[in-house]
DNA sequence: CGGATAATTCAACAAGCGTTGAATTAGGAG
DNA sequence: CTCCTAATTCAACGCTTGTTGAATTATCCG
C-alpha cells in the first residue's frame, strides 16, 4: 500500500491504465460525474499522473473517445448487398459494435453529449453526417428526403442505445442481440425505402 | 441590486419563481451540473430560500419531476377507439405532451436518468410499468409479449425524446410535430400489433 | 397594539473538485 | 560512470459546491 516514491523499475503500462479506467467511469458517470480523482483510483496511480500524461480533464475525455471504430469501413461493408434487406444488415451490425468495446466509448460520448453542448456536436456530427446520411444517399438523391430518413433512423437507433446501455430497461437491456435485430430491422427498413 | 434584508412587502412568489427555474435548469443541465446557487440566480433569490422551502437539492428535483400530466387519464384517453390506428393516436399524444411546459419536467427526468440510478429508476417504473404495459396489456395477455412489446416501443419513443429534445438532431427538432408523429406511427402500431 | 411566524439576506462552513510544483527514483544516451 | 529525461508520489493551491445559522424585516392572529 505504501507506494514507494520515484519512477519504479520495469515497463510502465500507466497510460493504458489511465485509458482503461477513464473510459469506465466516463461511459458509467458521464463528464462531470466522473472524477479524475476517481479514474486515478480505479487505474491504481495518482490523480497526478493523469495530468503528466494527458494534461487536462477534457484533453483525456477526448482521448477515451478517439473511437476505435473506422466508420467508413463499416459503412462499406454494410452497404455491399441488396437494399432490400439492408435494414437487417444495418441494425445487426449497429448492435454488434455497440456490444463490443468499442461501444463503452460511445456510451461514455453518448451520456456526455447528455449533458455538454460541445460533446453533442461532435455526436451530431458522426452520427447524422458522417454515419447515416452517406448510407441514405445511395438511395435517395434528393438531400432533403435524405436527411429526413437519416434523422427517423438516427431516433431508433439512438433509442435502442438509451434503452439497451444507458438506462438499461427491461427486457430489451438483457435481448439477445439477434433476437433484437430482428425486431429492429423492418423500422430501419421503411425509414430507409418506405412511406414517410 | 442591494436587496434589503428582512421580509419584503406584499405576496411572495418566491416558491414558484424557484420551482420554475429548477425546471428550466434541470431540464437544461440535468442533475449535478445544474447548481442550486444558478438556480437561486435564475430566480433572482438567494440561495438559502431554496433549502428554506425545500430542504435539500435532491427535494428540489423531486418537486420539479412531479410531473403535471396524469399516466391514468391520459391512458384513457389514448385508448378509447379502434386498435387499427393506437400507434398513430399514441405518437400524436405523446408528441403533443412532450411539446407540452410539462415535457420539460420529463426532460429534467430523462437528462437526470442518464446519469444517476436513482433517477433512471423513476423513469423506468414510470414509462414501463405505469405507462406502456398497461397499454399493451389490453392488447396482448401474455406477460412476456406484453413487456417486449412494450420496450420496443420504449426504445422508438426514448430515442424520439433524446433526438428531438436533448440532442437537437436536425431535422427531427424542428420538425412539424404531425408530420413527425406521422412518420413514427407505424412503427409504433407495428411494435403494438404486428410480427416481432 | 403585541407577539408569533414566515420570508429574506448574509456570512461562513466543510467537502470535493481540477490542477500544479516540488521531490524522488529509475532508465537510457554518451 | 554520468547526465538527462521520464515516471511516480506527495502536499498544497484556489475554486465551487450544498448546506447551515444568525440577523433582519414584514405579515397575521388575537
Redesign the pocket.
Known sequence: M?????????A?T??ANILGAARAEFSERGYDT?????IATVAG?????????F????KLFLATVDLPVDPQTELRAVLTGSTDDLGSRLAARFLEVWDSPAGSAGVALLRTSLQHEWSAKLLREFLLVRALRPIIHTIHTDPTEAAWRAGLIATQLVGLVVARYVLKLEPVASADRAELAASIAPTIQRYLTGTV
Open positions: 505504501t507506494a514507494r516514491r520515484g519512477r519504479p523499475a520495469g510502465s500507466t497510460r466522473a472524477t479524475v480523482r476517481g496511480v495518482d490523480p497526478a499522473m493523469i495530468h503528466h500524461f494534461g487536462t480533464k477534457e
